[in-house]
């Protein structure tokens, strides 16, 4: 399982780290960070609200 | 397992234009997925789209594809049809495009039942061309030529197609993404005008003018407005004070224009 962020894509709008329900994702100035990769519960919130396909959750 | 949005998109076209927190990017994964789960392909699909922040989607988009001139999606989209009725006719519009300068085409395809699916996104304004407010900018909020507060009364864009005869009409906002798939997918199937009207936020525009701290504070607005269609019959009319309805708001089966119109030619050619 990992968290795959693409940053060239992301444009630090934040909306995957707000709605995280685990608390996962941090901001590191404009790009989103995968701060605590061992909580994710692989609900795929935040690929799925991504506006930027920035996230991908690999779950095997 | 991550899923691959990147086989439905042209090469090299990411990162998109749209601005950090819009929510057209959610829409477009919405419609992908939702184009997937109906198994359209790339040589029977057509994205049409006018001008405009939310008509720059079919562009990324690996599908034939049109972008023609500002509100006239809905026209050149009847023109696609029934040249090749066989096709899948999707359209992608906001709401400037769609309900203001192309009203008029818009409220005309949905009288005529033409069988194509059109997503309007609205997000209250017009976005691209400036911030200036759109017939979907609510009563009192500032936009680039409204700067203390718009005075018109809004349109509601799913009774307006509902009223102009469209036969499936269907709501969400970008806050309910599994919602806009199933939704479009919905749309797709039915043999009619179908109309999803997804709202949409513009953080850029809309938002920074009228209070919204980020992008979030956005997003959690499109979420608090939101009331389940089936919910809403529980509800006192005070409780709905403020809020839109969402899921398949209107639903029927009329013959299609299409189909009516291969009839009148096969009247005119005298065949029996």
Same mark, same amino acid.
């Given at each position: ?23 996962? $994702? ?21 690929? $799925? ?12 | ?272």
């Amino acid at each position: 399982m990992s968290i795959e962020v693409i940053e060239r894509y992301c444009k630090g709008c934040s909306i995957c780290v707000e709605f995280c329900p685990k608390n996962v $994702l941090e901001m590191d100035g404009f790009i989103v960070k995968v701060a605590r990769p061992d909580d994710c519960i692989k609900c795929m919130q935040c690929e $799925l609200r991504c506006p930027d396909f920035a996230i991908k959750v690999h779950t095997d | 397992m991550a899923y691959d949005y990147e086989k439905s998109l042209r090469p090299g076209k990411l990162p998109h234009i749209w601005c950090p927190g819009c929510g057209h990017g959610i829409v477009m994964k919405g419609l992908l997925r939702a184009m997937d789960t109906c198994g359209l392909e790339k040589n029977n699909t057509a994205l049409v789209s006018g001008i405009g922040c939310a008509s720059r989607l079919p562009g990324y988009v690996d599908m034939c594809t049109l972008h023609t001139a500002h509100g006239r999606a809905a026209a050149f989209a009847t023109g696609v049809k029934m040249a090749r009725p066989e096709m899948n006719v999707i359209v992608m519009g906001g709401d400037g495009d769609g309900t203001a300068i192309g009203g008029n085409h818009f409220i005309h395809a949905c009288r005529r039942n033409i069988d194509m699916t059109y997503v309007i996104m609205n997000n209250f304004i017009y976005g691209m061309t400036g911030g200036q407010f759109s017939p979907c900018t609510p009563t009192g909020d500032k936009a680039s030529t409204t700067p203390y507060g718009n005075p018109d009364p809004t349109f509601d864009i799913s009774k307006l197609a509902i009223g102009a005869g469209a036969t499936f009409v269907a709501r969400t906002t970008a806050f309910h993404a599994t919602q806009i798939d199933k939704l479009i997918a919905e749309g797709i199937k039915h043999k009619g005008m179908a109309i999803i009207e997804v709202l949409d936020d513009c953080p850029t525009t809309y938002g920074r003018r009228n209070k919204f701290r980020s992008v979030v504070d956005m997003m959690k607005r499109l979420k608090d407005m939101a009331v389940p269609v089936t919910a809403a019959g529980k509800m006192t009319a005070e409780q709905l004070e403020g809020k839109i309805l969402t899921g398949v708001l209107y639903k029927e089966d009329k013959p299609e224009y299409c189909e009516q119109y291969a009839k009148v030619i096969a009247r005119a050619q005298g065949v029996k």
